[in-house]
């Protein structure tokens, strides 16, 4: 068990909606990373927050936005949703102390339909 | 932009016998980390072992070892006694040192590890 905990586990939708995926981040983690991992790909980096502020951006649609709350929880906002966005939505998580990993929660899994 | 290369997109090994994950990634930074995260069926992203740039002791986690050639830029991953359990993708993986806005992991393709029983 990492200590991230995201939730849904899987999500079954249509096009054209909008979806919200949570992450709670391990204790004393001010960090949050998101990725984004379509069917048999490499993980693509998407967006980190620290301490509620964005930090980094890779490459995240317009369509898609994050936010990171005061008690360090991030929620990633998909809408419009198209076929597509159909993939596995990891969190992951960096300590106070750097000691360079990520620590990664069981992931969202996102069916478009 | 640092990048990461798998070039091993499929790897088979004989159930206890060894194998060797190769990966080999390009920075202008000279310190950094370089992970082996597994990815089982379960789809949890594992993390297998750690190297810091700084260190040129390669590192080793049970039956897992790297062989770490900075000059080079490789880190390859070796497995010894392949046990089923092992059967999994596995992501090679950067990351710069703690840095503003630089501190994502940079994720190779990863490559798919079979394990013939």
């Known amino acids: 068990d990492s200590g991230v905990t995201q939730t849904p586990k899987h999500l079954i939708t249509a096009t054209g909606q909008r979806v919200t995926l949570r992450c709670s981040p391990r204790s004393g983690d001010l960090s949050v990373y998101w990725y984004q991992q379509s069917l048999d790909q490499g993980l693509q980096f998407l967006i980190q927050?620290?301490?509620?502020?964005?930090?980094a951006k890779g490459n995240i649609l317009e369509r898609f936005s994050a936010q990171q709350f005061p008690d360090l929880h991030s929620e990633l906002n998909l809408s419009s949703l198209e076929l597509g966005d159909s993939a596995l939505y990891f969190c992951?998580?960096?300590?106070?102390?750097?000691?360079?990993?990520?620590?990664f929660g069981e992931g969202s899994r996102l069916t478009v339909l | 932009a640092q990048t990461v290369t798998q070039s091993q997109p499929e790897m088979s090994v004989q159930e206890a016998e060894t194998v060797t994950l190769s990966c080999t990634y390009d920075t202008s930074e000279s310190d950094y980390y370089l992970f082996w995260y597994k990815q089982p069926p379960s789809r949890q992203m594992i993390l297998v072992i750690r190297?810091?740039?700084?260190?040129?002791q390669n590192a080793t986690e049970n039956r897992f070892s790297v062989n770490f050639q900075k000059a080079a830029k490789s880190f390859s991953l070796k497995i010894s006694d392949s046990q089923l359990g092992d059967a999994a993708m596995y992501f090679c993986?950067?990351?710069?040192?703690?840095?503003?806005?630089?501190?994502?992991?940079?994720f190779g393709t990863g490559t798919r590890l079979t394990i013939i029983p």
């Open positions: 993986a950067y990351r710069s040192p703690s840095n503003f806005g630089n501190e994502k992991l940079t």
């Open positions: 992951a998580s960096s300590g106070r102390q750097y000691t360079g990993e990520l620590f």
């Open positions: 927050y620290y301490n509620g502020e964005e930090r």
């Open positions: 190297q810091e740039a700084y260190k040129q």
